[in-house]
């Protein structure tokens, strides 16, 4: 392989993930696991070149899940499972799946699948970044926000501490911090303005969603929840 490719894992039987994690890796993969759909979305912020995605999940099937990334993800997904009818097939591929492989497989055949489409996509397709939650999508690249499947509309002041705060979840950024990154040091102005930027995020976030997204560490500043 020209570059390490980053594969999503999302089968809701362990020993399925721990086997296919040792073959991938030991074929020079990057492997990122997920043991259910929930989980699966979390780890789409890894940016993934594929996804091998099981259809029989508890919860939230492989089919489901496929439908609800497919319009933010244009990375290749095949489908891993033991269902072999033609409808089934069908089913995998209008929801969005590019492949089919039923178990038990080959791991040769397996092998030579991905790297075909893997192949394809570096022809004929540019990845998309973004960072995905149950109900929130952010493609970086087009500056766009999404919940529930819903455009967000946001000003670029707004997008950029979204953008900050999101790609570092979990850290406590200062509201002089915030403004220096978005505005410059040179700017004319005060962080004042950090304030009333979030202010409007949140209002229109809730218009959406009830989750808060956007936590205010009190006398400290604001971090993005994880």
């Known amino acids: ?30 492997v990122y696991t997920a043991a259910n ?18 259809i029989n999940m508890a919860g939230m099937n492989g089919l489901d899940l496929c439908v609800k990334i497919r319009g933010f993800v244009v990375c290749p997904i ?7 009818t033609e409808q089934d097939k ?32 570096e022809r004929y397709h540019t990845k998309t970044q973004g960072r995905f939650s149950e109900e929130m999508m952010i493609d970086y690249g087009k500056r ?5 499947g819903s455009p967000v509309e946001l000003s670029n002041k707004e997008f950029e501490i979204i953008k ?32 009333e930027h979030i202010r409007k995020i949140r209002i229109k976030f809730a218009e959406y969603t009830d989750k808060t997204y956007i936590d205010t560490v009190w006398g400290v500043g604001y971090r993005w929840k994880n």
């Open 78 to 84: 095949l489908f891993l499972t033991a269902r072999i």
């Open 37 to 54: 759909a929930d989980q699966g979305l979390e780890k789409l912020s890894c940016e993934p070149d594929m996804i091998l995605l099981d």
């Open 144 to 148: 766009k926000i999404y919940i529930k």
């Open 164 to 195: 900050l705060l999101s790609r570092n979840a979990g850290q406590v950024f200062d509201k002089e911090r915030i403004y220096e990154h978005i505005w410059g040091f040179n700017a004319e102005g005060d962080c004042s303005v950090i304030k």
């Open 1 to 30: 392989m020209s570059r390490t490719y980053k594969i999503l894992l999302i089968d809701d039987e362990q020993s399925i993930l721990d086997m296919l994690a040792l073959q991938l890796q030991s074929e020079g993969y990057k």
């Open 90 to 121: 069908v089913n995998g591929l209008l929801a969005g799946g590019d492949d089919y492989i039923t178990k038990p497989f080959s791991m040769d055949e397996l092998l030579a699948r991905m790297t075909a489409h893997l192949r394809r996509e």
